[in-house]
C-alpha cells in the first residue's frame, strides 16, 4: 500500500520561500508518479507539479512555473516542492499524491488519476 507524508508548511510572507516535503513509500510498480496538488478555500483542487519517476521529468502548472521546482531523493524516497517568490495566492492547504497509473502529458494532470492522497500541508502567505 503506497503511503504519503506531506510536511512543510507553515506561514510566510509574500515574496518569500517554503520547501515542502512528501515521504513516499510502498509502491509496487517501477514507474509511478508523485504530483502536489492544491486547494484553496471555496475552489476545486487544482495541480500544481508532478514528477515521473522513470526520469525525474518534471511538469508545472503555468500559475507556478518559474517560481516552483520539484525534485526527488530516492534514496530517502521523499520528494520535494521549493516554493519560491510565494503570491499571497498561493495560500492553500498542499498535498501530494501518487500513482502508478503513469503517462506523459496532461493525462498526470487529472485529480482523478492519483490513487494514494497524503495529508494535506497548510501554506500560508501574507501580503
Known amino acids: 500500500e503506497v503511503q504519503l507524508q506531506a510536511s512543510g508548511g507553515g506561514v510566510v510572507q509574500a515574496g518569500g520561500s517554503l520547501r515542502l516535503s512528501c515521504a513516499a513509500s510502498?509502491?509496487?510498480?517501477?514507474?509511478?508518479?508523485i504530483g502536489w496538488f492544491r486547494q484553496a478555500p471555496g475552489r476545486e483542487r487544482e495541480w500544481v507539479s508532478n514528477i515521473m519517476s522513470e526520469d525525474d521529468s518534471t511538469y508545472y502548472a503555468d500559475s507556478v512555473k518559474g517560481r516552483f521546482t520539484m525534485s526527488s531523493d530516492k534514496a530517502k524516497n521523499t520528494v520535494y516542492l521549493q516554493m519560491n517568490s510565494l503570491k499571497p495566492e498561493d495560500t492553500a492547504v498542499y498535498y501530494c499524491a501518487a500513482t502508478e497509473r503513469v503517462a506523459h502529458g496532461i493525462f498526470m494532470r487529472a485529480v482523478g488519476v492519483y490513487d494514494y492522497w497524503g495529508q494535506g500541508t497548510l501554506v500560508t502567505v501574507s501580503s
Open positions: 510502498g509502491f509496487g510498480a517501477d514507474e509511478y508518479a
